[in-house]
């Protein structure tokens, strides 16, 4: 995708610092990339250095499931950026299991602390610089299991049921001071640790490993991580100036509203 300019033929993104969660692959290096192109200063983060972090963006080794990871990582944000204008929550993922039941006390704390408390954490200790500056965009990325949690998952969509109530709830309070939060929620999205978790579900319940996509989505295609990348760059941008509190649902149709 061509950089996304505006009527000026300005990178839309120019002089933005963005720093992004879990970028080093699938769906979160698919939003690195788009933010850089659309001009903006990229720092991401992952647990483990990778050779995969798309070119043009700094990366530091940070785990946000803890309160000295988040710490870290706010702190190189402000040494490398000098602030962040957009903070886009993406890291999350858990292993299913045979059922609710036998999802371990210890399996349920990590799934709270990677995809619902990391945001939490994160937000608190650079919020306080948006509010400074009266401007800034967080993006929270949902999944779209939270629309029809079965038990496997259920720590999992529960994490991420809580992160869409924080969401809407932070939204409005950061409202007054010209910060933006929105949410994205993915449908199945073809990615490697997608793809690791939809078979490791199936050897648990004896299933395929894979459903053809023109069985379950109207649009008969897995999405791509390009196609929320997307989405998280329309949602920082200008362009929706005057939304906030939404949760943006990009499934190809799969997933029941209301």
């Known amino acids: 995708m061509a950089a996304i300019e505006n009527g000026s033929g300005t ?7 963005a720093l992004v969660t879990g970028g080093s692959r699938g769906i979160g290096a698919a939003v690195v990339r788009q933010l850089l192109d659309a001009g903006a200063e990229v720092l991401t983060t992952a647990r483990s250095a990778t050779s995969t972090v798309p070119d043009g963006a700094t990366f530091v080794e940070a785990d946000v499931r803890t309160r000295a990871g988040a710490e870290a990582l706010a702190a190189a944000a402000q040494e490398v950026l000098g602030g962040v204008d957009v903070l886009v929550h993406n ?3 858990a292993r299913p299991y045979k059922d609710a039941s036998a999802i371990p006390a ?3 704390q990590d799934a709270l602390d990677l995809n619902y408390l990391a945001s939490v954490r994160l937000d608190s200790l650079l919020v306080p610089g948006m509010r400074e500056r009266r401007s800034g ?24 049921a809580a992160l869409e109530n924080y ?3 932070l939204a409005s309070e950061l409202a007054p001071f010209g910060i933006r939060v929105n949410t994205v929620t993915p449908g199945r ?4 640790g997608g793809e690791e978790t939809r078979e490791q579900w199936a050897r648990l319940n004896a299933a395929p490993g894979r459903t053809n996509a023109n069985d379950t989505t109207p649009l008969g295609r897995d999405g791509q991580p390009d196609d929320i990348a997307h989405a998280v760059l329309f949602l920082v941008s200008d362009r929706t100036s005057w939304l906030t509190g939404s949760n943006l649902i990009v499934d190809g149709g799969e997933f029941p509203r209301g």
């Open 11 to 17: 990178r839309e993104l120019a002089g933005k610092r």
């Open 189 to 192: 999205v073809a990615t490697p």
């Open 167 to 169: 969401s809407r709830g």
């Open 91 to 93: 890291v999350g993922g």
């Open 137 to 160: 965009m967080i993006v929270h990325v949902s999944s779209a299991a939270v629309l029809t949690p079965v038990g496997p998952f259920l720590h999992y969509t529960a994490a991420k």
């Open 106 to 108: 210890e399996e349920w």
